[in-house]
């Protein structure tokens, strides 16, 4: 142990001099917010000239959604205002430059239940408007969530994937899926869903949901009035097929 720290004080002393660094080096202010374990700060908190802080700021902005204010409630399913909704159900928040926050919204997320696994692209990818975006598994069965936007992957939510049912307990905060930068925006924004048109297609989603319900399981997936959660996994002779050809098809 005092090899050790013998060790230490030596390689502190060398490059920086062991008695400056001890009363000289403080906790970076990331640290002492909160935000990240201990770090060291070396710049004596001229945090405009350190390209950690740069990184944090743009990582952090990245990773940190605030919850929305106000949510639309239809037979259950919520839907936030100022967030818009493409047809196959991916939201879409806008962010600054350009950048787009995409998820799934609660009624996929209901109508399928908790996935099993959820496949998201690699940074860098180009996303394509109509075309595979996100994939869900659950018991052998796969779909497709389809782009909202044209542009290219810029961040995934990896913490998102490390805890099952992360998406359906916050699917329009911390369950978010990717980042899109989409230098076609202002056109793309054409074909996405807000305000009452949002509203207005979710509501007819829940009616055609009802009906297949009460057409093929004789069984409805209200609960007090409300659509509950994992219809799929509760209705039994539900095909997944017919869910996602309903459904998540634009």
Same mark, same amino acid.
């Given at each position: ?9 030596? *390689? ?7 008695? &400056?660094? !001890? ?26 000239? @350190?390209? /950690?802080?740069?990184?944090? %700021?743009? %990582? #952090? ?17 919520? /839907? ?14 806008? *962010?600054?430059? $350009? ?22 692209? +690699? ?13 869900? /598994?659950?018991?052998? $069965? ?25 998406? &359906? +307990? ?11 930068? @989409? ?17 207005? #297609? ?7 949901? #009802?009906?297949? !319900? *009460?057409?093929?399981?004789? =069984? ?6 409300? =659509? ?9 002779? =539900?095909?997944?097929?017919? =869910?996602?050809?309903?459904? +998540?098809?634009?």
């Amino acid at each position: 142990m005092e090899n050790s720290i013998q060790i230490l004080k030596h *390689e502190m002393s060398q490059n920086y001099g062991f008695e &400056n660094a !001890l009363c000289a080096r403080k906790p970076c202010i990331h640290h002492l917010k909160g935000h990240i374990e201990y770090r060291m700060c070396d710049r004596e908190y001229r945090c405009s000239s @350190c390209e /950690f802080d740069q990184y944090f %700021q743009d %990582q #952090y902005r990245v990773h940190t959604v605030m919850s929305p204010v106000h949510y639309h409630k239809i037979d259950g399913i919520s /839907f936030p205002t100022g967030y818009y909704l493409a047809k196959g159900h991916a939201w879409v928040k806008l *962010e600054e430059e $350009n950048e787009t926050r995409v998820g799934i919204d609660d009624f996929v997320l209901r109508l399928l239940g908790t996935p099993d696994h959820i496949e998201l692209p +690699l940074i860098g990818t180009k996303a394509v408007k109509g075309e595979p975006l996100i994939r869900i /598994f659950r018991e052998g $069965n796969s779909a497709s969530i389809l782009s909202p936007v044209n542009g290219v992957v810029t961040a995934v939510n990896r913490d998102m994937l490390k805890e099952k049912g992360a998406a &359906n +307990l916050s699917p329009y905060c911390n369950g978010w899926m990717v980042m899109v930068h @989409c230098d076609s925006l202002r056109n793309d924004m054409k074909d996405l869903l807000f305000m009452e048109e949002s509203r207005s #297609y979710l509501k007819q989603h829940i009616e055609d949901l #009802y009906e297949i !319900l *009460e057409a093929e399981t004789g =069984l409805m997936a209200a609960d007090g009035g409300n =659509l509950g959660d994992d219809i799929y996994g509760n209705a039994p002779g =539900l095909e997944w097929d017919r =869910l996602v050809e309903c459904f +998540l098809k634009q």
